[in-house]
């Protein structure tokens, strides 16, 4: 059965950082595209970063580029986003998805499955 769990999320401060994580299990995930996605209350679901698990090619949506980083440990079956200079409307329920893409990594229909979610409050 495959899981993919995240841990990480918070209340913090703008300008403070966070660490989110995405632990997969169940299946190789060799040829897979990782994504992180958000929504915040009221509005539809948004593409954040993805990285392809095998060639570590990472992508990201405009407004955190510089300020977010995708990567993953493939030892540790693992999938992290470090987001820095965090800003209120950074607010939102993080999800961790993965599917096997061949292109539109921004698009959350490609991906197979999806954990629970972890909510990250930033107050200003």
């Known amino acids: 059965q495959v899981q993919l769990v995240e841990s990480g999320g918070g209340l913090v401060q703008a300008g403070d950082s966070l660490r989110l994580s995405c632990a997969a299990s169940?299946?190789?995930?060799?040829?897979?595209?990782m994504g992180w996605f958000r929504q915040a209350p009221g509005k539809d679901r948004e593409f954040v970063a993805a990285?392809?698990?095998?060639?570590?090619?990472?992508y990201y949506t405009d407004s955190v580029k510089d300020r977010f980083t995708v990567s993953r440990d493939n030892a540790a079956r693992t999938v992290s986003l470090q987001m820095n200079s965090l800003k209120p409307e950074d607010t939102a329920v993080y999800s961790c998805?993965?599917?096997?893409?061949?292109?539109?990594?921004?698009?959350?229909?490609?991906?197979?499955?999806w954990g629970q979610g972890t909510q990250v409050t930033v107050s200003s």
């Open positions: 169940g299946r190789s995930f060799s040829g897979f595209t």
């Open positions: 998805a993965a599917g096997i893409l061949t292109g539109q990594y921004y698009n959350s229909t490609y991906y197979r499955y």
């Open positions: 990285i392809r698990w095998s060639a570590g090619n990472t």
